[in-house]
């Protein structure tokens, strides 16, 4: 049961275009959600994210889009750098009355090539 | 900035013997967390920990998981007789408090069970 999809398994992307990385849900109790970044043999690192009552975050050049109605998040990175190249995993949580503990998505791999 | 840490960082086993993967949390956080990462597959919940007890724990974390924090700094995943299955990727977390589902992680061990 696959509550939080991530349908792209790999993006490549040309130094200085934007990457836009995709996610859906389907549970409709979700209202946090959080991109984290993974580079190879080392853990997630949380990048950015966005409670419900809002439909967008900035941080600088990270942008968090949610479409509540639609069940579907996007992250953009604008300019991408090569060293934006790592996995880019989604994440869901619920708020009071859930447990917070997030809900992962399998990940896009971002290439960024020079 | 203070990390979470977690020894060893890769562990091969035979099937059936127990395992011990170790982790130190962030000095002032107060709920830890394991989650495992099958290679080419989401990041999996197993456990989260508070005051000493499991707070929740998935289905995945049955009765041969454990988890422990034995001293002031240290927190264990025991796996008691491993399964060819339990290969994975342990990822241990911490939190200062639960909201929000953003979680430190630590680098990880990779853990193969043959």
């Known amino acids: 049961d696959q509550q939080v999809k991530q349908n792209s398994p790999s993006l490549s992307v040309q130094e200085g275009r934007i990457s836009i990385l995709n996610c859906d849900y389907t549970?409709?109790?979700?209202?946090?959600f959080l991109w984290y970044k993974k580079y190879p043999a080392e853990g997630p690192t949380f990048l950015i994210s966005?409670?419900?009552?809002?439909d967008k975050n900035e941080d600088g050049r990270f942008t968090v889009f949610l479409n509540k109605s639609a069940k579907h998040l996007s992250l953009h990175i604008v300019p991408s750098q090569p060293g934006d190249s790592a996995v880019y995993f989604c994440?869901?949580?619920?708020?009071?009355?859930?447990?917070?503990?997030?809900?992962f998505g399998r990940g896009t791999s971002l290439i960024v090539h020079p | 900035e203070p990390e979470v840490t977690q020894t060893p960082s890769h562990q091969v086993t035979q099937m059936g013997q127990e395992v011990i993967l170790r982790c130190v949390p962030i000095?002032?956080?107060?709920?830890f967390y394991w989650y495992r990462q099958i290679l080419g597959q989401k990041v999996e919940f197993l456990v989260s920990f508070y005051n000493n007890e499991i707070s929740e724990k998935s289905e995945i974390f049955d009765d041969q998981f454990s988890v422990e924090r034995p001293d002031g700094s240290n927190f264990t995943l025991k796996i008691r007789s491993t399964k060819l299955e339990d290969s994975a990727m342990y990822f241990c977390?911490?939190?200062?408090?639960?909201?929000?589902?953003?979680?430190?992680f630590g680098p990880g061990t990779r853990l193969l069970v043959l």
């Open positions: 966005i409670s419900s009552i809002k």
């Open positions: 994440a869901a949580s619920a708020g009071p009355g859930g447990s917070y503990i997030p809900t």
């Open positions: 977390a911490s939190t200062l408090g639960t909201s929000g589902g953003q979680r430190d």
């Open positions: 549970n409709s109790m979700f209202d946090y």
């Open positions: 000095s002032n956080h107060l709920y």
